[in-house]
């Protein structure tokens, strides 16, 4: 949507130029930031297509995880336990003694976010409700 924005930015500044609203200077100087951020987005897009089958294998590996987060969690270790939480989250927020607001890790927040479509298997209680994510007290 970006590099179609700028498409258009750069339509819009030659339209200015032609027209004598602004000048060579300055037609210059805009075409430039233009240019720079088109380059700029342009690599990040070859960097991501690149990327894409990392992401999709860690998305997939992530999405199975999630769907036995009970049995690790109930069967681990306390060392074990501790990575889970590790792994999946990224910062809980504490008010009270109790949690009130998780952050997870990526991809872990996306799946979280998957509400009643029946496509995902959630975890088991770990996952489903945000104070029982883990025993905070005893893992962390």
């Given at each position: 949507?970006?590099?179609?924005?700028?498409?258009?930015?750069?339509?819009?500044?030659?339209?200015?130029y032609m027209e004598e609203e602004i000048s060579l200077a300055d037609f210059k100087e805009h075409r430039s930031q233009i240019e720079a951020?088109?380059?700029r987005?342009?690599?990040n897009v070859d960097s991501v297509r690149q990327r894409q089958h990392l992401?999709?294998?860690?998305?997939?590996?992530?999405l199975q995880m999630a769907t036995q987060l009970d049995f690790?969690?109930?069967n681990g270790n306390f060392d074990?336990?501790?990575l889970l939480c590790e792994t999946v989250l990224k910062r809980?927020?504490?008010?009270?003694g109790g949690i009130v607001k998780a952050e997870y890790n990526a991809p872990f927040g996306v799946?979280?976010?998957?509400?009643?479509?029946?496509?995902?298997?959630?975890?088991?209680?770990y996952w489903t409700r945000t104070s029982d994510l883990c025993d905070v007290n005893a893992v962390l």
């Open positions: 949507m970006r590099l179609a924005k700028l498409e258009r930015m750069e339509k819009n500044l030659q339209q200015l951020e088109r380059s987005l342009k690599t992401v999709k294998a860690d998305f997939e590996v992530a690790f969690y109930k074990q336990k501790r809980l927020h504490v008010e009270n799946i979280a976010r998957v509400d009643g479509s029946g496509s995902v298997n959630y975890g088991g209680r």
